[in-house]
């Protein structure tokens, strides 16, 4: 693995890529594979009005960590919270099988703990009707097609693990529920600058209620729900659909499930919305370009460890992870499987936003992209903890706009909404140790979202010196981008341009006639206008 560029910043001057000799035509050094040094520069864990922390704090300094215990959890009800299975306000009409007639209302809590308290399933059905017993008002609207299918291909000793015991192990993690999640946990909803912190095995009981769709109150798609603006959370669209994507998406989930359930990993996980209070002058801003290394090869979860890495967020964090999405975000959330955990209590971002995920362990090996994707293997997450106890892996979330028109991209408009998106995800500093660390990304909002790879490459690299970090960009396999953008990076250094000046480029280029079939090509245009830059500024 090699990177054409100068130099990046990590986890102090000892780890990966530090400053170096380059060799001749620009290319890097290779890339070590060592994690980096646990920091000790973490301040105390402590609650605050801008952060929730669900374990009780003196358990993590004493090397344990228990959770967070209330009187009478059952009885919490808040729009402001996400609304537990487990609440008394959850109640549910049951009906007698084969009888009509008005039935009862018991607590929903009731019918999953009798459904789920099993001591195997023994075929799809008896947990298909297990899910549906507790959520009688999707029956005929929820299938398990996709499950189905996946579990009736495998061989009769695979089946009966799932069955006749990770899927039981699974139920009895789900119903710890009332006991692990007693404190209030709150959405991060739109305008709030806000961190949860909790536990991986907080995280593991709240995604195994997940799959066995225990949330039934408020998490739904239709759009005239109170809670339209969050992702949904329980897996029940991922069994909708007989497919290669599902089969493999289920293989990498029941690796992690498999991982918990028989050693449950003993850390805590943050997740903190940040917003930019003020806009940023683009136009007169005088900071330098800072570094880059960019290569066709490799991944940002691989040669991007202890950098600041980018996840190429739908505005609904996950995209369609619980759906048929299958790209750089869904594989990031599938491998990194407790980011899932992020949709039950995130809303929609706003332009100005972004999540930060510090600490989510990566459990799984895959190959490939899309239709291609298969998952390998379970993976053996070495990355050291900090004194909180969280992996040292910092995942930024920031989405890109989706162009039905790819021209407009070039409008100052959305010029300067991808600027602020990006700066937002790359200025925030919430590990210490990680406050100069290089960003790790590449072609973030281009495929569908039909973004221009070369004015995105820019844009990110703008937004990195904005925030004074290095950034090290992965092209996944395109050579000619790799050496485009490469080449404009080195133009831009060798002339001193500021980010200012390249701003000011860009909104002159936004003038071009695009109906023209020869419209200029967007690094030629800067190049080319390079001189006008000393008569302007």
């Not at 507790?134 to 996946?150: E, I, Q, R, S, T």
């Not at 009981?205 to 949330?215: D, E, G, I, Q, S």
């Not at 900071?287 to 979860?301: D, F, R, V």
């Not at 200025?427 to 210490?432: E, G, K, M």
Request: charged share 20%; hydrophobic share 35%; with cysteine.
């Amino acid at each position: 693995m090699t990177f054409k560029g100068t130099r990046c910043k990590s986890y102090g001057s000892n780890w990966y890529p530090t400053m170096m000799e380059c060799a001749p035509a620009g290319i890097g050094p290779h890339l070590s594979t060592s994690a980096p040094p646990a920091p000790n520069r973490q301040p105390l864990l402590r609650p605050t009005r801008d952060h929730t922390i669900c374990v009780e704090v003196c358990s993590v300094d004493s090397g344990q960590i228990l959770p967070f215990t209330i009187p009478h959890p059952e009885n919490i009800w808040s729009s402001e919270h996400v609304k537990m299975p487990f609440s008394t306000y959850q109640m549910q009409t049951m009906t007698t099988p084969g009888r009509h007639g008005q039935g009862r209302e018991v607590p929903h809590w009731e019918v999953v703990k009798e459904m789920l308290n099993k001591p195997d399933f023994r075929t799809v059905r008896d947990l298909e009707t297990a899910i549906m017993r507790y959520n009688p008002k999707y029956v005929g609207v929820w299938h398990f097609v996709g499950l189905h299918h996946f579990l009736n291909q495998m061989h009769g000793s695979e089946q009966q693990y799932i069955l006749g015991k990770l899927l039981p192990q699974m139920a009895q993690l789900a119903l710890k529920l009332p006991t692990l999640c007693q404190k209030p946990i709150p959405l991060l909803r739109v305008g709030m600058n806000h961190a949860i912190t909790m536990s991986q095995e907080q995280i593991a009981c709240l995604l195994a209620n997940a799959f066995f769709c225990t949330f039934s109150h408020h998490f739904t798609t239709c759009h005239h729900s109170k809670y339209s603006s969050f992702p949904d959370i329980n897996f029940n669209r991922l069994f909708e659909k007989a497919s290669h994507r599902t089969s493999e998406k289920l293989k990498t989930i029941f690796c992690y499930f498999s991982t918990v359930v028989e050693n449950m990993p003993k850390g805590l996980v943050t997740f903190q919305r940040c917003g930019l209070n003020k806009p940023i002058d683009w136009k007169r801003s005088q900071c330098k370009i800072t570094q880059l290394y960019i290569t066709s090869e490799g991944t940002i979860e691989d040669e991007g460890r202890g950098l600041l890495q980018v996840d190429f967020a739908s505005s609904l964090v996950g995209g369609g992870v619980l759906g048929q999405g299958l790209v750089q975000e869904e594989i990031r959330f599938l491998i990194n499987t407790e980011l899932i955990v992020t949709r039950l209590f995130t809303e929609r971002l706003n332009a100005n936003e972004c999540l930060v995920i510090t600490g989510a362990q990566r459990y799984s090996d895959y190959t490939g992209y899309s239709d291609s994707y298969r998952w390998i293997r379970s993976h053996n997450d070495m990355t050291p903890r900090d004194s909180w106890l969280r992996r040292l892996t910092e995942i930024v979330a920031i989405d890109a706009t989706q162009f039905s028109n790819p021209n407009d991209q070039y409008r100052p408009h959305y010029l300067e909404r991808e600027l602020m998106k990006a700066y937002c995800g790359f200025s925030h500093r919430v590990i210490p140790e990680n406050e100069h660390a290089a960003v790790a990304t590449g072609n973030w909002g281009c495929g569908a979202y039909k973004g221009d790879i070369k004015l995105k490459a820019l844009i990110q690299v703008m937004a990195a010196s904005q925030a004074r970090r290095d950034v090290v960009y992965f092209t996944f396999g395109s050579n000619d981008s790799c050496e485009a953008i490469h080449k404009m990076h080195q133009c831009l250094q060798k002339r001193n341009v500021t980010v200012g000046q390249i701003y000011n480029l860009l909104e002159k280029y936004s003038r071009t006639d695009f109906s023209k079939s020869r419209a200029q090509n967007l690094y030629d245009f800067i190049q080319n206008n390079l001189d006008y830059l000393r008569g302007r500024f």
